[in-house]
């Protein structure tokens, strides 16, 4: 079935805010590796939990916030590393192939998918581990962003 121009300009439209919402979490990601590389656990626990502080005094059910608490009792010294390499890498990364992608590089297309591919890969075999359903929601939304980056690459590379 043939797409209409507006069903094509719909996708061309998810795709660009899709890969807008990762350029900026590419960054917040490289952000978050620097400062859980470059300080004290202790400080970064501090931080979060004086974030959370005063809304789990008003409802001490609020979902988020409890994750933030559970995030931050989780971070050991042994992790410390492991998480800021992951997360910097990780954002730049994302950076690099969303840059091609906002460009319309033809090599940003291929590799996107091959990115985030390996990288919802990984967050599977995560999930399996932690059951994290803020985890399942970001691997859901990676794996719409591959579909939506192969739709733009197939309409603008790949013509029938």
Same mark, same amino acid.
């Given at each position: 079935?043939?797409?209409? +121009?507006?069903?094509?300009?719909? /996708? &061309?439209?998810? /795709?660009? %805010?899709?890969?807008?919402?990762?350029?900026?979490?590419?960054?917040?990601?490289?952000?978050?590796?620097?400062?859980?590389?470059? /300080?004290?656990?202790?400080? $970064?626990?501090?931080?979060?939990? &004086?974030?959370?502080?005063?809304?789990?005094?008003?409802?001490?059910?609020?979902?988020?916030?409890?994750?933030?608490?559970?995030?931050?009792?989780?971070?050991?010294?042994?992790?410390?590393? /492991?998480?800021? $390499?992951?997360?910097?890498?990780?954002?730049?990364?994302?950076?690099?192939?969303?840059?091609?992608?906002?460009?319309? @590089?033809?090599?940003?297309? +291929?590799?996107?998918?091959?990115?985030?591919?390996?990288?919802?890969?990984?967050?599977?075999? @995560?999930?399996?581990?932690? &059951?994290?359903?803020?985890?399942?929601?970001?691997?859901?939304?990676? %794996?719409?962003?591959?579909?939506?980056?192969? &739709?733009?690459?197939?309409?603008?590379?790949?013509? +029938?």
């Amino acid at each position: 079935m043939e797409e209409t +121009p507006q069903e094509r300009k719909l /996708f &061309h439209e998810l /795709f660009e %805010i899709t890969i807008l919402i990762k350029a900026v979490y590419g960054v917040l990601e490289i952000l978050l590796g620097i400062v859980i590389l470059f /300080f004290s656990r202790h400080l $970064i626990t501090y931080l979060l939990l &004086h974030l959370v502080q005063g809304e789990l005094g008003e409802d001490p059910e609020n979902w988020l916030a409890k994750q933030i608490v559970h995030f931050s009792s989780q971070i050991t010294s042994s992790s410390e590393l /492991f998480v800021g $390499i992951y997360f910097f890498a990780g954002g730049a990364i994302k950076t690099i192939y969303i840059s091609g992608l906002l460009l319309g @590089r033809a090599w940003a297309y +291929p590799a996107a998918i091959v990115c985030m591919a390996l990288f919802a890969i990984y967050e599977l075999y @995560r999930i399996t581990q932690t &059951h994290s359903i803020v985890l399942m929601i970001f691997t859901a939304l990676d %794996i719409l962003t591959i579909l939506l980056v192969w &739709h733009e690459y197939r309409n603008k590379y790949i013509k +029938p």
